[in-house]
């Protein structure tokens, strides 16, 4: 595999952007998928965030494009507002010295800014299928030029119930296009979109047996549901974190949460659907420079967010779909630094976390927080006969 962006065939603009972003060599999903998209090839690309593959499609894309001609031929399709304004700082980032013009387009702000975009030229769209199709209906911008279609994550759009928007944009870019498509899973339901819209497709796969990063340490830590609140707390003051995000089911927990943290000396904000776009861009902004140490999330952030340096993730509950676990975890120890990711597991959640660990193909390790006064003592294993009981592996302790 080659070691050097330039063996990868990059162009000198793109290799000189590279150098300023500090990338030193390409990650495995950059060193085999570029080379393809450089010859055109569509590819299935299984990777999940954290591995460098917005560089992996945005690098040969942008070489490719060339020059500036003002009508989008480059098309990227994203499920959140969030992953959008991340792609698109790529694109920009990379294509610095490239003269392209890169439009985002995203739900819950005003029109203005994106039509007038659009209407000065532009050559690169990232957006989310809903807007998109509503501006396309508007007659804002036009589809039947683009080259490359993207299609990233892929497997949340679909969770997020977007295929029919997602079918519907596809078919509005002309046959003759070269298309990338990206998913953390690469399931029956992906693989049944990449037979239609995808031509002789390589797949690059690089998930190792759909682990998380490897860099992550996560541990599980068995409590009863109404001592999470505590143990939540406890964990904060007993860990050295540099920045943590708490995952939440929901967002009423989200609000909850983030009320609770407030009592304690970290500066918390949140971010869940309810918030404005205003505010969750706030949020995340905070978050980033650091002004806040403690974001309290719903899942809607767990995918696609790039914000380094995070130290920690806590879940608060056990996601429901194994994939998210993966995801939420990915958000720490990202290119090579080093994360830890806690769960908080209590009884009802067992069937998740039982997924979880199939996915994974191995157990999570259990863990007691020394110094917390459990009410019952959390079971640290899960032998057969623990997994039968109802308690659903903790044990009294005074009865
Ligand atoms: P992604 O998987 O696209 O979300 O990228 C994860 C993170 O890795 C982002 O912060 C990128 O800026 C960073 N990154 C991507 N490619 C490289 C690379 N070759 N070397 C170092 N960092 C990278």
Not at 187 to 216: Q, Y
């Amino acid at each position: 595999m080659s070691n050097t962006f330039s063996e990868l065939g990059l162009s000198e603009p793109i290799l000189r952007a590279l150098a300023s972003c500090g990338y030193h060599e390409p990650t495995p999903i950059q060193a085999k998928a570029i080379p393809l998209i450089l010859q055109g090839k569509d590819i299935i690309g299984a990777a999940q965030t954290g591995t460098g593959k917005t560089a992996a499609f945005a690098l040969p894309t942008l070489q490719r494009l060339e020059t500036h001609t003002g009508t989008p031929r480059c098309l990227v399709l994203v499920p959140t507002r969030e992953l959008a304004v991340q792609v698109e700082e790529n694109f920009k980032r990379y294509g610095e010295h490239a003269g392209l013009s890169i439009t985002l387009l995203y739900g819950g702000v005003s029109y203005g800014p994106q039509v007038r975009s659009l209407a000065n030229g532009t050559d690169v769209v990232v957006a989310t299928p809903g807007r998109l199709l509503d501006l396309w209906g508007q007659h804002k911008l036009r589809l039947d030029k683009i080259e490359v279609l993207i299609l990233d994550e892929v497997d949340r759009m679909l969770d997020m119930g977007f295929i029919d928007d997602v079918s519907k944009i596809i078919n509005l870019c002309p046959k003759e296009r070269q298309t990338l498509l990206f998913s953390a899973t690469v399931e029956k339901s992906i693989l049944n979109i990449a037979k239609w819209a995808l031509r002789e497709p390589e797949i690059v796969d690089v998930r190792s047996g759909a682990t998380s990063a490897e860099t992550v340490a996560h541990y599980i830590y068995p409590v009863e549901s109404y001592q999470k609140y505590e143990l939540l707390l406890a964990l904060l003051e007993k860990t050295a974190f540099k920045s943590v995000i708490v995952f939440t089911r929901t967002k009423r927990d989200a609000d909850r949460i983030t009320e609770w943290v407030e009592s304690t000396q970290h500066p918390v904000t949140t971010m869940h659907a309810d918030r404005s776009q205003r505010e969750r861009q706030e949020a995340l902004a905070g978050f980033k420079s650091g002004k806040y140490q403690v974001l309290v999330a719903t899942d809607i952030a767990a995918r696609g967010l790039d914000v380094r340096g995070i130290s920690h993730v806590i879940n608060y509950n056990v996601p429901d779909h194994p994939e998210d676990y993966v995801h939420r975890i990915g958000r720490t120890g990202r290119a090579s630094e080093e994360g830890e990711a806690f769960t908080l597991f209590s009884p009802d959640e067992i069937p998740h976390l039982h997924a979880i660990e199939h996915l994974l193909g191995r157990q999570i390790e259990r863990r007691k927080l020394e110094g917390f006064k459990y009410r019952f003592e959390p079971l640290m294993t899960d032998s057969p006969s623990a997994s039968a009981r109802p308690a659903g592996g903790l044990r009294r302790r005074n009865r």
